[in-house]
């Protein structure tokens, strides 16, 4: 167990609908990562939030976005669903060490199917 | 950050060193090695990093070349749930972002 939740498990939507993700980063974490996982992409970073504020933004589609809110706890919120959008989202969180060495500890994921 | 190359499969027999191989020819100086592993669509798992010096910790042992544009990740007694793909990454410590960018990894079958 990484100490990072993840929820739902699994969610089975519709083309065109919006859903959100949500994360619950370790205690203590600052940093959280959004990555999404598909067939044919592999693992990809989406965005990241540290402390409230996004750090940095990867291959993140328009049709989604995130937030980091005062709690720490992040959400991802993916709307007008495309069957591509069929994949493992990912949450990690990490803390920042002396001399900028960084550990990410993931989430278990959550699994979306758009249908 | 640079990019790393790692084959795409191997194979360990249960109870033997398993040692996965990561070619990162093009490594900067300030530029770490990390090491992640994915056990079946799980979440990846941290396994341990380092600079120059080789790593150990109670998952594995890390070993980078002098020059290093390689390393190798040991698994010293593998196990039938150390089967997993196992990612090589490269990443800059210092930098504002701790993203961690994903090739295609190692998948490591351990065999009984």
């Known amino acids: 167990d990484s100490g990072v939740t993840q929820t739902p498990k699994h969610l089975i939507t519709a083309t065109g609908q919006r859903v959100t993700l949500r994360c619950s980063p370790r205690s203590g974490d600052l940093s959280v990562y959004w990555y999404q996982q598909s067939l044919d992409q592999g693992l990809q970073f989406l965005i990241q939030?540290?402390?409230?504020?996004?750090?940095a933004k990867g291959n993140i589609l328009e049709r989604f976005s995130a937030q980091q809110f005062p709690d720490l706890h992040s959400e991802l919120n993916l709307s007008s669903l495309e069957l591509g959008d069929s994949a493992l989202y990912f949450c990690a969180s990490s803390v920042e060490l002396a001399g900028g060495q960084e550990t990410q500890y993931f989430g278990p994921g959550t699994r979306l199917l758009v249908l | 950050d640079a990019k790393t190359t790692q084959p795409p499969s191997m194979d360990c027999a249960e109870g033997r060193a398993a040692n996965l191989p990561c070619n990162h020819s093009t490594i900067s100086g300030n530029e770490y090695v990390y090491w992640y592993r994915q056990i079946h669509s799980q979440g990846p798992q941290y396994i341990i990093h380092?600079?120059?010096n080789n790593e150990t910790n109670e998952m594995a042992s890390l070993i980078i070349t002098e020059d290093r544009k390689s390393s190798t990740l040991i698994l010293p007694h593998a196990t039938l749930r150390d089967t997993a793909v196992y990612y090589c990454i490269v990443r800059v410590n210092l930098s504002n972002t701790g993203k961690l960018i994903f090739g295609q990894g190692t998948t490591l079958q351990v065999k009984p």
């Open positions: 939030y540290y402390n409230g504020e996004e750090r």
């Open positions: 380092g600079l120059k």
